[in-house]
């Protein structure tokens, strides 16, 4: 079995940073891309910002210049660090990972359990 245990999320005022951390633990094998998705309430989940296994990345266009992605293969970890939040950067932020575990061929999608990131204006 695979975990992803994310840290980080928070209150912060508009034009605040912060930074969230995402966790993988369990039978792995490999990870291919690890991503960060948000979920405002009442919409969809969105992608924010992915990166390979490589360091390969792509960002949604609303966070290009202000979010960077970022990751460590040795602790299996994803980072998104968050400068310039605006109150339209408030969501529930998800950890996405692409893993091979051990107890098969493919791999598939693990989540996080979500972090709150709250911007107030």
């Known amino acids: 079995q695979v975990q992803l245990v994310e840290s980080g999320g928070g209150l912060v005022q508009a034009g605040g940073s912060l930074r969230l951390s995402c966790a993988a633990s369990?039978?792995?094998?490999?990870?291919?891309?690890m991503g960060w998705y948000c979920q405002a309430p009442g919409k969809q989940r969105d992608m924010v910002a992915v990166i390979t296994r490589g360091g390969s990345t792509n960002y949604a266009d609303s966070v290009k210049g202000r979010f960077t992605i970022s990751r460590d293969n040795a602790k299996n970890t994803v980072y998104l660090q968050m400068n310039s939040l605006r109150p339209e950067d408030t969501a529930v932020y998800y950890c996405?990972?692409?893993?091979?575990?051990?107890?098969?061929?493919?791999?598939?999608?693990?989540w996080g359990q979500g972090t709150q990131v709250t911007v107030s204006s």
């Open positions: 369990g039978s792995i094998f490999s990870i291919n891309n």
């Open positions: 996405n990972a692409e893993v091979r575990s051990y107890s098969g061929p493919f791999a598939r999608d693990y």
